[in-house]
T-cell receptor, first 113, second 119 residues
Framework: GENVEQHPSTLSVQEGDSAVIKCTYS??????FPWYKQELGKRPQLIID?????GEKKDQRIAVTLNKTAKHFSLHITETQPEDSAVYFC????????????FGTGTQLKVEL | GAVVSQHPSRVICKSGTSVKIECRSL??????MFWYRQFPKQSLMLMAT?????????EQGVEKDKFLINHASLTLSTLTVTSAHPEDSSFYIC???????????????FGPGTRLTVL
């Protein structure tokens, strides 16, 4: 089955700096890669996603890049703000997996003033 | 748009009792709902996939007789934890995937979760 690895597990940046979180996946047939943000005790919320036929997608301060050959994708947050502090999960959806998502282990992002 | 509710948000029960958790898609139809379990500071672990009108598909290691899932309509799935024990204490979260249209068919929209504590 699909295996998703996520790094780093914790990330601390200064307000205004950029943050990058990286994920690798094992199933080359995976075709959909969402990123979720989860604040403490709250539901995961989709912040951006990318499909396998696209290499990059951007939404204001957030961008995701996908390298299918290397089987890795990354989340980029620019001009970080304190409200960006949360746990971020990447996920991959293998083809034929019944639309299941396999999640990474999460990254605790802390944006310091 | 794409709102998923879960009820109850928090439940405390005695060991040996059963607890039912409801997951509802409020403004879209969901042919597929997913049930996850999340331990503190850990990732989301898929327990089962619930399809409307058919039996749920459980992940390896998840006891189907322990965690009963019913998906009777396109907007409601329920998870019943039977004969709950302290080790079942956890944060249970559902998600729903839309059928078509504005909600799309790729995105999983999550409920707010249910904190279960078994004494």
């Amino acid at each position: 089955g699909e295996n998703v690895e996520q790094h780093p597990s914790t990330l601390s940046v200064q307000e205004g700096d950029s943050a990058v979180i990286k994920c690798t996946y094992s199933d080359s047939a995976s075709n959909y890669f969402p990123w979720y943000k989860q604040e403490l005790g709250k539901r995961p919320q989709l912040i951006i996603d990318i499909r396998s036929n696209v290499g990059e997608k951007k939404d204001q301060r957030i961008a995701v890049t996908l390298n299918k050959t290397a089987k890795h994708f990354s989340l980029h947050i620019t001009e970080t703000q304190p409200e960006d502090s949360a746990v971020y999960f990447c996920a991959a959806r293998p083809t034929g997996g019944g639309n299941k998502l396999t999640f990474g282990t999460g990254t605790q992002l802390k944006v310091e003033l | 748009g794409a709102v998923v509710s879960q009820h109850p948000s928090r439940v405390i029960c005695k060991s040996g009792t059963s607890v039912k958790i409801e997951c509802r898609s409020l403004d879209f139809q969901a042919t597929t709902m997913f049930w996850y379990r999340q331990f503190p500071k850990q990732s989301l672990m898929l327990m089962a996939t619930s399809n409307e009108g058919s039996k749920a598909t459980y992940e390896q290691g998840v006891e189907k007789d322990k965690f009963l899932i019913n998906h009777a309509s396109l907007t409601l799935s329920t998870l019943t934890v039977t004969s709950a024990h302290p080790e079942d204490s956890s944060f249970y979260i559902c998600s729903a995937r839309g059928t078509s249209g504005w909600v799309g068919t790729d995105t999983q929209y999550f409920g707010p979760g249910t904190r279960l504590t078994v004494l």
